[in-house]
């Protein structure tokens, strides 16, 4: 199995959900058990704090940040392959598009949200054509779903939009998917 290089979008702040906070633990260990690369935004908190924690005890997986000005704080406890410090959000995330093979969105915030949002306009616009899969155990991207449904039903968008990502409604099919795409 090849090896990927995962970008992981999620809470950089700490959620008493257990639910999202065993997805999360179960992505660290699927990221550094397949011996992947985790790519993210540079925090040891919250979600994202979970999934870097496991993934950088893995000897074979590679840790990628890339960081925008605002956050530099946040990098202090962490250690990295190579740390891409960058001016802004959008800069933040044509570093991720390039430095990814897959995009995986967890549970999170607005920032977690224009990652999303931004990388499926981004793939819709051509300028990446990586995968997108949003992780929705325990139903948390339920209503945002929704609201590209009703965008579509509108007739602001059309199907095909669907077709830019996958939805898993459990970590099980996530995995599957995931597991797809490195073979």
Known sequence: MAALNI?????????????????????????????????????????????YSLVSQSPKSEVFVASARAYENNLES???????????????KDAIFSLSDVLVFLPGGIGTADELLASIEAKR????????VILNEGGFFDRLLAFFKQICREGFANHETFKLY??????DEAAEYLSTLSK
């Open 7 to 51: 970008f992981v979008g999620c809470s950089s702040i700490n959620t008493s959900n257990e639910i999202y906070q065993h997805t999360a633990e179960k992505m660290g260990d699927f990221i550094a058990r397949g011996n992947h690369n985790f790519v993210f935004c540079g925090c040891g908190f919250g979600l994202i704090g979970r999934i």
């Open 125 to 132: 616009a051509g300028e990446h054509n990586l995968p997108i």
């Open 78 to 92: 962490i250690s990295c392959v190579k740390e891409y410090k960058l001016k802004t959000i959008n800069q933040r």
């Open 166 to 171: 996958f939805v898993a409604k459990s970590f």
